[in-house]
């Protein structure tokens, strides 16, 4: 029996600054926001993407104060307004009924909102993944994954905390059967972590840093074991895309010269960190910390090499695992091939027949071969 996902509006909560709340939500709202969805469409020149408050997406929203998206979009005859949004699910949901042509979302998110709920996506650019943002805590020193047996964990179910708890039972040979997991809010888990009953907690940063950093805790598995599972992408709807390709063009042009001048070191790119860093909440120092945790692709090779990887179709095929076990793929999913995915060189994974996830590097590779 497939257990269904709790309703987004249970799940969703306002992003604080400095917080990204990257959750799943059930294939039934999507299908719910999809009757509603207009067409697409085509020669369109207006086009509107949006973003949420994450240390990997923040390039977005300082690309268009920097007139950099502007630029790109001007160099291609079309408009793009880049829009920053308050709360992550919303944004998805509000990409998913049609609202807006792109959207940044996390890979689970993208094959368990718009690819389920049958709006056909395409991750046009795969920005960074986690790498250290996302860690699983227990109250004492020494303590080791197999600790975990038996004990109440705290964590926002069915997010990707929910995700890496069960690789890191896996990486130890047990299971979510081994152990109960505790909902917690995202707001609510750093209070949580600091009463006596509450000694096993999985988050993301900010709260991760803060919590590791108390005396006598150990963190004994975070997403570095995971390379590339949990990936930050700019999603797109297929359609608009392959009426305009114009817009993947703008898109990927100015995501790029963004990241070249954070890469920068030199006043410009101080001035640009400094900026995203107060638009997140923080300073220059904590917006430096979170990228330490966040391998951003900083060029177009290295996004192609990560998009064109044999590993990607693998890991996608984990994540539709996770995503079919725990009823997040819809009730009416078979098997966790339900969806269908497509990579580089025709690869496709699950159905082929209902393939609505796509991962393109057809404008990454333009960008790396200075075809933009």
């Known amino acids: 029996m497939i257990r269904a996902a709790p309703a987004v509006d249970k799940l969703s909560c306002e992003v604080n600054p400095m917080r990204k709340l990257r959750?799943?939500?059930?294939?039934?709202?999507?299908l719910s926001i999809l009757a509603s969805t207009p067409a697409f469409a085509a020669g369109k020149t207006d086009f509107k993407v949006c973003w949420t408050i994450y240390a990997g997406w923040m390039p977005w929203g300082e690309a268009k104060t920097q007139g950099i998206v502007t630029k790109w979009a001007k160099k291609y005859g079309i408009n793009i307004d880049v829009v920053q949004l308050n709360d992550y699910i919303?944004?998805?949901?509000?990409?998913?009924?049609?609202k807006f042509d792109g959207c940044g979302m996390t890979n689970m998110d993208a094959l368990t909102i718009p690819a389920a709920g049958g709006v056909d996506s395409t991750a046009l650019i795969v920005g960074d993944y986690s790498n250290g943002n996302d860690g699983v805590l227990i109250k004492g020193k020494g303590k080791k994954i197999t600790d975990l047996k038996g004990q109440s964990i705290n964590l926002v179910e069915l997010s990707v905390s929910h995700y890496l708890l069960a690789r890191a039972l896996e990486s130890a040979g047990m299971s979510e059967?081994?152990?109960?997991?505790?909902?917690?809010?995202?707001?609510?888990?750093?209070?949580?972590?600091a009463t006596p009953t509450v000694k096993q907690a999985v988050t993301w940063n900010p709260m991760l840093a803060d919590l590791k950093a108390q005396p006598d805790?150990?963190?004994?598995?975070d997403s570095t074991k995971i390379p590339g599972e949990i990936m930050d992408m700019m999603v797109v709807n297929t359609k608009t895309l392959a009426d305009n390709p114009a817009l993947g063009k703008a898109l990927t042009g100015a995501w790029f010269e963004m990241l070249a001048l954070m890469k920068a070191n030199n006043a410009s790119s101080t001035a640009a960190l400094t900026s995203m860093a107060k638009a997140s909440g923080t300073d220059l120092a904590g917006y430096k910390g979170q990228l330490a945790t966040t391998a951003l692709f900083y060029t177009p090779k290295d996004a192609l090499a990560f998009a064109t990887s044999p590993s990607l179709p693998q890991t996608m095929t984990r994540v539709a695992k996770f995503s079919f076990d725990h009823?997040?793929?819809?009730?009416?999913?078979?098997?966790p091939d339900a969806v269908g995915m497509a990579f580089d060189k025709g690869v496709i994974v699950?159905?082929?027949?209902?393939?609505?996830?796509r991962f393109d590097p057809t404008y990454v590779r333009m960008a790396a071969d200075g075809k933009l």
């Open 23 to 30: 959750l799943f939500a059930s294939a039934v709202t999507a």
């Open 90 to 98: 919303e944004s998805i949901n509000q990409y998913t009924a049609g």
């Open 177 to 193: 059967r081994d152990v109960k997991t505790v909902n917690t809010s995202d707001a609510d888990i750093s209070a949580a972590f």
């Open 217 to 221: 805790v150990t963190e004994v598995f």
């Open 327 to 335: 009823g997040l793929l819809g009730q009416g999913a078979p098997n």
């Open 350 to 357: 699950g159905s082929k027949s209902n393939v609505k996830l």
